[in-house]
Each structure stands twice: as C-alpha cells, then as structure tokens.
C-alpha cells in the first residue's frame, strides 16, 4: 500500500519566492496533518484538517503561510513570500482516527532552504 | 513545565547495554502516550502506545508514572539498528504534542 506521498522532496529557492508543497494522504484516512521541524523548535503542528476541513490553523507562523485541502486525496502548504527562516523540513501526515489517537503516518517530507 | 520535555542527549551506549530515556508533560489530563521513533533523515514513525501503567514489545517496554507526568522508554539488549531519535508524544489542547526527541547512539 503507498503511504503518504509528498513532493517535493528537496527544495531551494530564494528569498521572496513562493514555495508550494504538496502531500497525498493515504485513501481512506480522513485527517490530515502539516507539521515542520528544524532543531531548535523540533516537530511543530501547523494546521491539521478533519474530511477536507481546515480544523486548527493555530500553529501556522504568519500569513505568508496557507494550506489548502481541495479533495480528500490532495493537499497543499504554500508559503508566499519565502524567507530563510523559513527552512525545514516540512512533513505531512494522515491518520484514520481522531488526533488524539496517537498513530499518525508521516510522508517522508520536503526539506525547504531559503537562500 | 513545557508542555513534553525531553533529555536531548546524546545517549552513547555499547551493544548489549541496557537504556532508559524519560519525558516529562504538563497535562495531566492526558490518558494515552506515544513513542515515535526518527531515524537520521528520515520520517518518525510510531514505535510504541502508553494507555495504562506500561506497555511491554520484545526488547522495549514504556512506563507511565501519572504521579510524577512522566513516562520512560527501557530498551534492552541495544543494537546497532536501534540508534535513532525518539521522540515523546502527549496529546494535548492540540492534537499530538511531540517532544524534541533523545538522540541514541549504539556502539559496536
């Protein structure tokens, strides 16, 4: 079975650009989860989404950022415009229960560096 | 207290040795406790769940002390392949609540 698919892998872009991520969850799954990481701050939960329906944006830095869930099959993040310190690696997951369930299925993630 | 605190280490051990890692949460609320496992570059991946007093799979167990909000991760007989990084999760007011993670390093 594929697992959450993510794309793309490695991005570099300079400051000022928009960067589009994009995340396939697994079929079935009806939650699903942008998360990004770096050292200092570790794994940070942006926005998660329940049956295409954006649920909790509280974590997402500013309004440069936004996230988009059309279908159930396809999601995006989009980051406009794009600053250094927007470098990570962001992850997307999909569960099939609630968000305290605890089992969450992360795609292998988009590593950004903004130049 | 921050919401999930993790000893960051690095945790150096040798084959064989036998490890514990803890992680300490605020919400005491919280019913269920999960170990991800991250391997260098990679994705986490669920290691293991913590709904009562422990949880016991072959060479790993996890505790739960809801006294003290902690729970430890005791692995036994490490491998070379258990170097990664766990990471403590705790739902909270906001789904999952990771910790950043205790590095392990297994030494041959």
């Known amino acids: 079975d594929a697992g959450v698919i993510q794309s793309p892998r490695h991005e570099v872009t300079e400051m000022g650009q928009e960067v589009t991520l994009r995340c396939k969850p697994i079929s079935g799954h009806d939650y699903l989860f942008w998360y990004r990481q770096t050292m200092m701050r570790g794994l940070e939960l942006l926005i998660y989404f329940n049956n295409n329906v954006p649920i909790d944006d509280s974590g997402m830095p500013e309004d440069r950022f936004s996230a988009k869930m059309p279908n159930a099959s396809f999601s995006t993040l989009k980051i406009q415009p794009s600053e250094p310190r927007d470098s990570a690696v962001y992850f997307c997951a999909s569960s099939s229960g609630g968000p305290q369930t605890g089992e969450l299925f992360f795609g292998e993630g988009s590593r950004l560096t903004v130049l | 207290r921050k919401e999930v605190e993790q000893d960051p280490g690095p945790f150096n051990v040798p084959e064989g040795a036998t490890v514990a890692f803890n992680c300490t949460y605020s919400n005491s609320a919280s019913q269920s406790f999960f170990w991800y496992r991250q391997d260098c570059r990679k994705e986490p991946k669920l290691l293991m769940s913590?709904?009562?007093s422990g949880n016991e799979d072959g060479r790993f167990t996890a505790q739960l002390n809801r006294a003290s909000q902690y729970i430890s991760l005791l692995i036994r007989d490490s491998k070379l392949s258990d170097s990664a990084t766990y990471l403590c999760v705790v739902p909270g007011n906001t789904p999952l609540v990771f910790g950043k993670g205790t590095r392990l390093s297994v030494i041959a």
């Open positions: 913590v709904y009562s």
